[in-house]
């Protein structure tokens, strides 16, 4: 199975950002952008990969653990960006300190199964489109798609959800089939209780 693990904002964070996103379909270029659904809308703190499903009782008594160890705690989507030519994303505030610790502590959790225990790349956001890949003319393909990814990047720079408490851990199954990403929660764990 392809896992990984993540933060589920609540559907009134969600149709907030989705609310703020769909005027940005009809910017020049973004018809040729892949916009993500906002049923992917996540927080990845940890990508597993394959992971077999018979050390699926380890890596859940290992997250249980760290979910009871850290604390539920207030969050908001805010700003956008982009990764280079490649990814718009939405980013989030609020005690981003608490998810940070959180993702070091899935991280270090997980790293038998993923052979990696390395978080400090760790820049919590929402996948909400990805430019589409072209081959041939790289170069030019890029400054395209750095444009059409910069347009909506800068729209949403000062969007401001509601606050939201980030209050659950979830491993997460990602399915590729039919070229697109579905995913599915299969265990989740309420983080403790941050009074």
């Known amino acids: 199975?392809?896992?990984?693990?993540?933060?589920?904002?609540?559907?009134?964070?969600l149709q907030g950002l989705s609310d703020a996103v769909a005027p940005l379909h009809g910017l020049p270029g973004a018809?040729?952008?892949?916009?993500?659904?906002?049923?992917?809308?996540?927080?990845?703190?940890?990508?597993?990969?394959?992971?077999?499903?018979?050390?699926?009782?380890?890596?859940?008594?290992?997250?249980?653990?760290?979910?009871?160890?850290?604390?539920?705690?207030p969050l908001r989507i805010a700003g956008a960006g982009r990764f280079g030519d490649r990814v718009l994303w939405a980013g989030v505030e609020g005690r981003t300190r608490a998810l940070r610790r959180l993702a070091e502590a899935v991280a270090g959790a997980t790293a038998e199964f993923t052979g990696e225990a390395d978080a400090l790349a760790f820049h919590p956001h929402l996948t909400l489109a990805r430019a589409g890949s072209s081959s041939g003319h790289r170069r030019?393909?890029?400054?395209?798609?750095?444009?059409?990814?910069?347009?909506?990047?800068a729209a949403l720079a000062g969007y401001r959800g509601p606050e939201w408490e980030a209050a659950g851990l979830h491993l997460m199954r990602s399915d590729l089939a039919g070229g697109f990403a579905h995913y599915e929660s299969l265990r989740s764990w309420a983080l403790a209780d941050s009074g």
């Open 31 to 73: 018809d040729r952008l892949r916009w993500t659904a906002v049923e992917g809308w996540h927080l990845t703190l940890a990508f597993l990969g394959q992971v077999p499903a018979e050390r699926l009782p380890e890596l859940e008594t290992a997250l249980a653990a760290v979910a009871g160890a850290h604390p539920a705690h």
């Open 140 to 153: 030019a393909a890029q400054r395209v798609a750095a444009a059409e990814l910069e347009g909506p990047a």
């Open 1 to 13: 199975m392809r896992l990984f693990v993540a933060v589920l904002p609540p559907a009134e964070a």
